[in-house]
T-cell receptor, first 113, second 109 residues
């Protein structure tokens, strides 16, 4: 597709369940980013990939959060043993190269009950 | 560390001009970005400044002063569809962006 695609668009899970969020970046984009956005706030950086290499994961809130991009294209953000405070919109962005403008997907709205 | 400040909310009139200010403090600097975000939608890229001065792009312009840690987004000939949140973001030493909390712009007829 022409833009960044994320799925699912909405996800509801019970506390304690594991979830997996998918991101399809724009074709040919080397850099991929994950952000977390709480209601009424700006996005907060979680992690960054350059091709398949995870170069920065300093923003991941805990070791329950794990991201991968094994073939340098599609990326998955996994959250284990979800907690209510994980409820947020998770945004994926990609860019042609590092420090170029990032293009965002519509996000996955995660609700933990 | 990095800190981005911008007003929480602004109101303007259709057809008028509005300026949204942003101040930043970052360790390392790789440019200042502005994004527009409508409720429930993805942020969309508006502008990027890495050098001091004004960048004009149609109805939108963005200004940067690195020595003052200051930027603004100027929107001219406001339209109702410009009602959205406007996010200021700094590209710091790392490659992820640091965003402000966003300015919610309300356009009144």
């Amino acid at each position: 597709g022409a833009g960044v695609s994320q799925s699912p668009r909405y996800k509801v899970a019970k506390r304690g369940q594991d979830v997996a969020l998918r991101c399809d970046p724009i074709s040919g984009h080397v850099s991929l980013f994950w952000y977390q956005q709480a209601l009424g706030q700006g996005p907060e950086f979680l992690t960054y990939f350059q091709n398949e290499a995870q170069l920065d994961k300093s923003g991941l809130p805990s070791d329950r959060f794990f991201a991968e991009r094994p073939e340098g294209s599609v990326s998955t953000l996994k959250i284990q043993r979800t907690q209510q405070e994980d409820s947020a919109v998770y945004l994926c962005a990609s860019s042609l190269a590092s420090r170029q403008p990032q293009h965002f997907g519509d996000g996955t709205r995660l609700s933990i009950l | 560390g990095q800190n981005i400040d911008q007003p929480t909310e602004m109101t303007a009139t259709e057809g008028a001009i509005v300026q949204i200010n942003c101040t930043y403090q970052t360790s390392g600097f790789n440019g200042l970005f502005w994004y527009q975000q409508h409720a429930g939608e993805a942020p969309t890229f508006l502008s990027y400044n890495v050098l001091d001065g004004l960048e004009e792009k149609g109805r939108f312009s963005s200004f940067l002063s690195r020595s003052k840690g200051y930027s603004y987004l100027l929107l001219k000939e406001l339209q109702m569809k410009d009602s959205a949140s406007y996010l200021c973001a700094s590209g710091g030493g790392a490659d992820g962006l640091t965003f402000g909390k966003g300015t919610h712009l309300i356009i009144q007829p």
